[in-house]
Each structure stands twice: as C-alpha cells, then as structure tokens.
C-alpha cells in the first residue's frame, strides 16, 4: 500500500482533522450534559447539533473526539494511527447504523443523518490518516522517485542522498 512520505498537504488534513476531531468531542460533551439523568441506552429524541444521541453514544463520540484531538496535536506518525483507525471505526460503524436504524438492535439511538455525519467525519479522519506519514526527506526523495519510476530498475537511477 502506497502512504506518502512527508505530502505538501499533510498540513491541511491534519487541520481538517483536527477540526473534525473538536466537532466529534463536541458533539460528545454537549451530548453528555444534555442526557444526564437517562438511561444508557435510553431510546429518547434528545437532539444535539441536530443529531439524535443518547449517553451511550455520547460518550462515545467523546471518546473518539478525544482520542483523535489528542493525536492530531502530538501529530507524527501516532495521528496517522490513530486518524487511520478512528476513522475507520466511523464509516465500519456508520454502515453497522444504516443495517440496524429500523430495529431494536439500535441502541445508540442513531438516525439516518447521524449515519451520514459519521461517514463525513470518517473519511476526513481516514483521508487525513493516508496523508499523515511522517519521516526524513532523504525517505521522501527515494519514494519519489519509486512512485514515478516505469521500470523496476529505475528505482536506484537516483542516489538516496539527493535532496
């Protein structure tokens, strides 16, 4: 699998990212304060940022928001992890949503726009995950000239020094 080394637009994913990360851990906070008092996995119409939430997905939302805030401020390697993963976790969970929404297994209380809001969020995470890896530009040179090369012998035409 083909991950760029050190791309030009690393530092717009990682703000997107970021941006993303803050709306999921709002999103989680302010759902927690507003279903105080619920059941967990209480089936009520309690509407943050206008979607539906219950605590259980409340906090959950703040967890992930957390977790991926967290490293997208460490930055690094660590937030391509982490952006891979969580937001792999998002579109994974916004399909297991759409396959559930109409039965009684849906216990996060989820709608079909808060699917929707999950595979926005997930494939800003993921993408931002792609375009995160890291490393020193004498690495970036060499997989350059890899990725452009045609031949299989190409791959040594330029010395691993240049820069």
Same mark, same amino acid.
């Given at each position: 699998?083909?991950?760029?080394?050190?791309?030009?637009?690393?530092?717009?994913?990682?703000?997107?990212?970021?941006?993303?990360?803050?709306?999921?851990?709002?999103?989680?906070?302010?759902?927690?304060?507003?279903?105080?008092?619920?059941?967990?996995?209480?089936?009520?119409?309690?509407?943050?940022?206008?979607?539906?939430? $219950?605590?259980?997905?409340?906090?959950?939302?703040?967890?992930?928001?957390?977790?991926?805030?967290?490293?997208?401020?460490?930055?690094?390697?660590?937030?391509?992890?982490? $952006?891979?993963?969580?937001?792999?976790?998002?579109?994974?969970?916004?399909?297991?949503?759409?396959?559930?929404?109409?039965?009684?297994? $849906?216990?996060?209380?989820?709608?079909?726009?808060?699917?929707?809001?999950?595979?926005?969020?997930?494939?800003?995470?993921?993408?931002?995950?792609?375009?995160?890896?890291?490393?020193?530009?004498?690495?970036?040179?060499?997989?350059?000239?890899?990725?452009?090369?045609?031949?299989?012998?190409?791959?040594?035409?330029?010395?691993? $020094?240049?820069?």
């Amino acid at each position: 699998m083909h991950l760029p080394i050190n791309h030009r637009k690393r530092p717009l994913w990682r703000l997107l990212a970021g941006l993303s990360s803050l709306y999921l851990l709002a999103f989680g906070l302010l759902g927690v304060i507003a279903t105080s008092g619920l059941g967990f996995f209480d089936d009520s119409d309690t509407r943050i940022l206008g979607l539906r939430t $219950n605590p259980a997905l409340a906090w959950l939302c703040a967890a992930l928001g957390a977790v991926a805030l967290a490293a997208t401020i460490i930055g690094r390697d660590a937030a391509m992890i982490v $952006n891979l993963g969580v937001g792999g976790a998002l579109i994974l969970g916004g399909l297991a949503a759409l396959a559930l929404l109409s039965t009684s297994a $849906n216990k996060l209380s989820l709608d079909l726009s808060t699917c929707v809001v999950a595979f926005l969020v997930g494939s800003v995470l993921l993408t931002a995950g792609l375009y995160g890896k890291t490393g020193p530009p004498r690495e970036a040179v060499v997989e350059e000239v890899l990725r452009h090369s045609t031949r299989p012998g190409d791959k040594f035409a330029v010395e691993p $020094n240049a820069e």
